[in-house]
């Protein structure tokens, strides 16, 4: 009987976690070289900054290709999984804030921010954690509010950094945004076999995190 259920779930698309696996292998590289470059001509406190990034970068992908990649036999672990994939996205997020509050806005703005966000990140990962099986709609407002809450603060950001970083502050917050709607409307679903709504999603993402890394470089070394 259970190898006929097995038999009946449906198959993962072939591209399922192959995205995410290459932007690991590749943000290690970039993050390799951001924290070398950043350390060398810069202060300790933006060596701290986008150290926290990278690893926060590399994890994301890290984690996710793992969860997607792997096909898990055990429930239990899958749910483990499951949970820690969705838990380093709100982490990334806050990593990512991590470098423009430190280095980009006004010191008692930038720690506002910066507490405000991890303590919403925590919160989604404590959500996450304690509710694996919580609906996509639940989860992805939370996402979306954290990753726009730079809305607040554009006028201090554009004074300190200028106009570049937020344009791709931006540009990568829209890819961001797009990709959390496709997760939670599982939509589009072309090629369900080979990539599927969620391959979209994985996309976004990485497109995402390449306009926010080109960012930070800006921003750590201006």
Known sequence: MSSIVEALKPLKPRMRGWIHLYAFGISILTGIALVSVVGA???????????????????????SALYHRVTWKSPAKRIWMKRADHSMIFLFIA??????????????????ILTVVWAGALAGVAQKMLWPRSPAWLGVPLYILLGWAVAFVIPDLVAEAGVAPLVLLAVGGAFYSVGAVLYATKW????PT???????????????????YIAIWLVALS
């Open 41 to 63: 001509l810069e202060d300790s406190r933006a060596l701290l900054a986008v150290s926290i990034y990278s690893v926060t970068l590399s994890a994301l992908f890290g984690v």
């Open 95 to 112: 990593g990512s804030y991590t470098p423009f509050c430190m280095l980009a806005l006004p010191e008692d703005t930038g720690r506002l």
């Open 194 to 212: 080979t990539f599927g709504h969620h391959e979209f999603f994985h996309a976004a993402t990485v497109i995402a995190a390449l306009c926010h």
């Open 188 to 191: 589009p679903n072309p090629w």
